[in-house]
């Protein structure tokens, strides 16, 4: 599973300025505790992972996430919601307003949305191949959907 904690924005920002891409769609899954145990590297009893999926110019970025807190009571329409402004956007414009956010959103989901733009840009350049990700075995192995 790779691990978003380390992007950095000197990475990123030089990459994604140059283009306009607006965001169309935001899609967080939050995959079942019982099967990201079995398949994830990183999952306990107790904490979970997910796939933040960012859309535009009918490409997708993705980016894994563990969260590092118990699942048991845990809100992710609350937790993701942060991203939406992103949406409509065109990716230098969302960056600019993740590092606005940094400090409240915290270091984990602004690095997880940029990990994610870094991935989407990546195909828009043509750089990386096409993510073929099976939406029907992500929901079979989803607790909980956020979109947006």
Not at 52 to 62: Q, R
Not at 90 to 115: F, Q, T, V, Y
Request: some cysteine; glycine content about 6%.
């Amino acid at each position: 599973m790779q691990q978003v904690y380390d992007v950095s924005l000197d990475v990123i920002k030089p990459a994604i300025v140059s283009r306009n891409t607006k965001i169309d769609l935001i899609e967080v899954y939050l995959f079942d505790p019982q099967w990201a145990k079995e398949n994830r590297q990183g999952t306990g009893d107790s904490s979970g992972c997910g796939l933040l999926m960012i859309y535009g110019e009918n490409k997708k970025g993705a980016a894994e996430f563990i969260l590092p807190h118990s699942i048991h009571k845990f809100d992710l329409v609350k937790w993701a919601s942060v991203w939406m402004k992103l949406k409509r956007h065109p990716m230098p414009a969302a960056l600019a307003h993740i590092e606005s956010m940094i400090e409240i959103w915290g270091a984990d989901r602004a690095n997880i949305a940029k990990a994610a733009l870094l991935d989407l840009e990546s195909k828009q350049s043509g750089s990386d191949q096409k993510t073929n990700l099976d939406r029907k075995a992500l929901f079979e192995h989803t607790q909980s959907y956020f979109s947006f």
